[in-house]
């Protein structure tokens, strides 16, 4: 058991020393796994890309993700093309793929599916899936269906399941059981 153990441990380490050298033989940018404590104690600075895995214990930032990115909070500063799982996930840019958490956060587009405990947040164009127990808020389109208690949309093509539905477009606003569609 101890033996085991004790080959875990220097795993990980290797991991740690080893992940650095593979990133750089690579063009420098980029890291096939990231890990992180507490931004900026990670692995890589922020402006690395991650193509593969970015374990992000508390809080870890990366310029780009494709791939995987676990943690408490995940943030990509750019682009994400992969699955990003945590309490809050945030990209800065575009996004598509899956995002499970309490609150997803995407600033520009996206497209996939969001899952939120709380909270799913699209500042651009959405193309896909929203589902949150709270509220849903594609602020530009929302190509697609939203489910939750509150459903916002700039322009809605799709439709919206919930309590409070709303798209500015049309300004429309209904309480369950309302569905409101618009193609």
Do not use: W
């Not at 780009?64 to 945590?86: M, P, T």
């Not at 127990?133 to 929302?142: G, K, L, R, S």
């Amino acid at each position: 058991m101890k033996q085991t153990m004790k080959m875990q441990y220097l795993l990980i380490l290797g991991i740690f020393f080893m992940c650095p050298l593979i990133g750089r033989a690579d063009d420098g940018l980029t890291a096939p796994l990231q890990a992180s404590l507490v931004h900026p104690a990670q692995l890589y600075p922020d402006n690395y890309s991650v193509n593969g895995l970015s374990l992000n214990f508390l809080y870890g930032v990366n310029e780009d993700l494709r791939g995987v990115d676990l943690g408490i909070i995940n943030d990509i500063n750019n682009d994400a093309y992969g699955l990003q799982i945590g309490a809050v996930n945030r990209v800065g840019h575009f996004f598509e793929g899956v995002q499970l958490g309490m609150v997803n956060l995407v600033d520009n587009d996206f497209k996939g599916l969001q899952l939120a405990a709380l909270v799913n947040v699209t500042k651009s164009v959405s193309g896909g899936f929203q589902f949150a127990v709270f509220y849903n808020d594609a602020e530009e389109t929302m190509h697609g269906l939203q489910f939750g208690l509150v459903n916002h949309a700039g322009v809605l093509d799709g439709i919206q399941i919930g309590l409070l539905n709303y798209d500015e477009d049309t300004k429309r606003l209904g309480f369950l059981p309302f569905i409101h569609a618009t193609f």
